[in-house]
């Protein structure tokens, strides 16, 4: 079965705190790995997407790294701003687009 | 803002009730998502449409339905409901629906079933 499992559930930090969330999935199959943003009483906003182990992406002070087995989302130095819930998605092998998610991370940053 | 526009953002209804939620993708787009969000289970993917016609379903229940109008927006029936159907119901867009393609998504529906 197709699973994308984050941690931890939640996450706080205080500004300037650089720290990483994680998603792992189960190997099969994958297309792709997404990054999403989700802020209260919103739709999730594209981050990053990751095609093979080795690969990563950056913007501002966000950084995805991708392995054979898991994802990493680094934040570096985050901002009050930052806080919100990241989502982790893996494209399956169905020819189509069909994401499948994970539950996420609560990311709060005190300044 | 992402460009999709979803109404109504709240809904509250009772049990056994039928309500439609509507969608209309961004301009060009011609795929349409419709997920579901609960607290306990994340986004599940619903149903896709490309340019009118069912793509693909995923755990859709059928008291569910959807359809893609030659316009391009897109409707989410949802009828008997039960209280487990309380939830968050985005829809998302994007160009061709094809593999790997991001997904831009609406600011959701609020569905409260009493």
């Known amino acids: 079965e197709d699973q994308v499992t984050q941690s931890p559930e939640a996450l706080r930090l205080q500004e300037g705190e650089s720290s990483s969330l994680n998603c792992s999935y189960t190997v099969s199959g994958l297309r792709g790995l997404f990054w999403y943003r989700q802020d209260p009483g919103k739709g999730p906003e594209f981050l990053f997407t990751?095609?093979?182990a080795g690969e990563e992406k950056e913007k501002e002070r966000l950084k995805a790294t991708l392995t054979k087995k898991e994802s990493f989302l680094h934040i570096t130095a985050p901002k009050p701003e930052d806080s919100a819930t990241y989502l982790c998605a893996r494209s399956v092998n169905t020819g189509f687009q069909k994401l499948v998610f994970g539950t996420g991370t609560r990311l709060l940053v005190s300044p | 803002d992402s460009g999709v526009t979803q109404t109504p953002k709240h809904l509250i209804t009772a049990t056994g009730q039928r309500v439609t939620l509507r969608c209309s993708p961004r301009?060009?787009?011609?795929?349409v998502y419709w997920y579901q969000q609960s607290l306990d289970q994340g986004l599940q993917f619903l149903i896709q449409y490309y340019n009118g016609e069912e793509r693909a379903k995923g755990n859709i229940l059928e008291r569910f339905s959807a359809q893609q109008f030659p316009d391009l927006h897109s409707e989410l029936n949802l009828s008997s409901l039960e209280l487990g159907d309380s939830a968050l119901y985005f829809c998302a867009s994007s160009a061709s629906g094809g593999m790997n393609e991001k997904l831009f998504f609406g600011s959701g529906t609020q569905l409260s079933v009493l």
């Open positions: 990751l095609y093979s």
């Open positions: 301009s060009g787009d011609l795929s």
